[in-house]
């Protein structure tokens, strides 16, 4: 009995082990059947895997393109974006046809506007979102997906002017009005009235970091200082009072002759 045992712990040892072996030259309807499984057990890494391993070693297998749009659609719905949009500009650049191409760039600017959940951390994605949701408004005019990537660009435009109002607010505080400036005309959207819009919610934890774009609860911490040099709207340039070198040096000779008579 206790040889039996032993047999059983050796038997599992190696099976276990079997599990990190490493695996090369297989059919390519074996890497995409592992493939598949490890996306259903919701295990995108080891899917990641296979796939590479599918596209290696079988490079024009016509599997590939049903498996890059499954990659793709597996890392938009576990929130994973930029590997979903990787995915999505794999599949538009090397598969999709002509009449696929509208519903995976539509995925693509969704990708794109998922991955936006904080909109004050990202101005690059922010304004590259808006591009491909305005190129996609161009090129298909008709779309289905028209009304949704037309709302995405409405609320990414709402998104940046509320970004670049909070910046111009920051500037204010800190006496800089030619920054404050800046960021009110550089993408100045005239039809939005902020009476109007209802800004985003912020939750309470974030708040007490983040702040408003006005103040933030730690404010009376910091030092209450003017900034040694600060531009105003007319690009004059103001400084608080500072002696020129000649003065420094006349005040370092009457420290040491108080009397004025010379050395």
């Known amino acids: 009995m206790r040889h039996f045992f032993l047999v059983v712990a050796v038997v599992i040892f190696f099976l276990g082990c079997s599990k990190d072996i490493e695996e090369y030259n297989k059919?390519?309807?074996?890497?995409?059947?592992?493939?598949?499984?490890?996306?259903?057990?919701?295990?995108?890494?080891?899917?990641?895997?296979?796939?590479?391993?599918?596209?290696?070693?079988?490079?024009?297998?016509?599997?590939?393109?049903?498996?890059?749009?499954?990659?793709?659609?597996?890392?938009?719905?576990?929130?994973?974006?930029?590997?979903?949009?990787?995915?999505?500009?794999?599949?538009?650049?090397?598969?999709?046809?002509?009449?696929?191409?509208?519903?995976?760039?539509?995925l693509k600017i969704k990708a794109k506007y998922m991955a936006l959940p904080n909109p004050r951390r990202d101005q690059g994605l922010i304004n590259e979102a808006i591009i491909s949701g305005n190129k996609f408004k161009v090129r298909y005019p008709r779309s289905i997906y028209y009304p949704v990537v037309d709302t995405m660009v409405t609320r990414l435009v709402l998104a940046r002017a509320s970004l670049n109002e909070s910046i111009a607010l920051l500037y204010e505080r800190v006496d800089k009005p030619m920054g404050a400036e800046h960021y009110r005309n550089v993408y100045k959207e005239t039809w939005v009235d902020w009476n109007e819009i209802n800004k985003a919610n912020v939750a309470w934890y974030k708040m007490m970091f983040e702040g408003n774009g006005k103040g933030s609860w730690y404010g009376f911490i910091l030092p209450d200082t003017q900034s040694v040099v600060s531009r105003n709207s007319k690009g004059q340039v103001k400084s608080t009072k500072m002696k020129s070198d000649e003065e420094l040096e006349e005040n370092y000779q009457k420290a040491l002759n108080p009397g004025g008579s010379g050395f």
Not at 46 to 66: F, R, T, V
Not at 71 to 82: D, N, T
């Open 27 to 106: 059919p390519a309807a074996y890497w995409y059947k592992r493939m598949i499984e490890s996306v259903s057990d919701g295990n995108l890494d080891k899917a990641d895997n296979y796939y590479s391993s599918l596209q290696s070693e079988h490079i024009g297998s016509p599997l590939l393109p049903e498996a890059t749009m499954i990659m793709a659609q597996s890392h938009l719905q576990y929130e994973e974006y930029l590997l979903a949009e990787h995915f999505l500009n794999e599949y538009i650049k090397r598969y999709a046809s002509p009449s696929e191409l509208e519903y995976s760039e539509f």
